[in-house]
């Protein structure tokens, strides 16, 4: 009967830790936008392995890898245009094609089409973290790379591009967007701009991904 007891005591006891935890994170997590899978031990890459962060990370990743509006993160339900200067993603953006964008939606509105940035400019943690998903979305970093830059390369991260949406400002954009100087970096990337010409002049040629930069 004794051993039964002894048994039984640190299986409650873990159950109510694990409870503990649970609620924590979930209250935590509930108030902000965890970008990154929890835990991923082991995809840090070239990083000297440190034991006790090892055996931390699954605890602490959540609270490390949270991304806020001060990071470029877009805040949820917000449908953010050119001129939406209390979002860091817009405010941080190099003026002269935050200028531009703001033309080319006011060109764009008159033709009833709504010019919405999804993604503009990019804390480096930020970027280095969509590298990070990628890389595990595509199996391998030289594929990650031809869609999502380092943030050593990312024109996002340096505030030069800025993605935009739905699919008619897309087009629009496509076909109106070199009046403004705005032109798609990667052909594999329809939604990327970045001031590369002069207003009205032709665009550069796109190149093909983001790997070939
Ligand atoms: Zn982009």
Redo the contacts with the bound molecule.
């Keep these: 009967m004794p051993a039964q007891r002894t048994a039984k005591r640190p299986t409650l006891t873990m159950l109510v830790v694990a409870t503990l935890v649970a609620l924590s994170l979930g209250a935590c997590t509930s108030s902000s936008v965890p970008v990154a899978p929890a835990s991923q031990p082991g995809t840090s890459k070239g990083d000297e392995p440190d034991p006790l962060k090892e055996l931390l990370r699954p605890l602490l990743s959540p609270f490390e890898e949270r991304l806020s509006a001060k990071d470029g993160l877009i805040p949820e339900n917000r449908t953010l245009t050119a001129s939406d200067m209390d979002v860091p993603a817009v405010a941080n953006l190099d003026p002269e094609l935050r200028k531009a964008l703001q033309e080319a939606s006011k060109a764009a509105a008159a033709d009833g089409i709504q010019i919405v940035v999804t ?1 503009g400019w990019r804390s480096t943690r930020y970027q280095k973290m969509l590298l990070d998903q990628a890389t595990g979305t595509y199996g391998s970093p030289e594929e990650a790379r031809r869609w999502v830059n380092t943030p050593e390369k990312s024109t ?1 991260v340096s505030g030069k ?3 935009v949406g739905p699919v008619d400002a897309m087009v629009w954009m496509s076909n109106l967007g070199q009046q403004f100087g705005l032109c798609q970096t990667y052909a594999n ?1 329809p ?2 701009y970045e001031l590369t010409a002069q207003p009205g002049a032709v665009c550069p040629p796109a190149l093909t991904d983001a790997a070939n930069n």
Excluded: I, R
């Design positions: 993604s996002h591009a800025v993605d990337e939604w990327h």
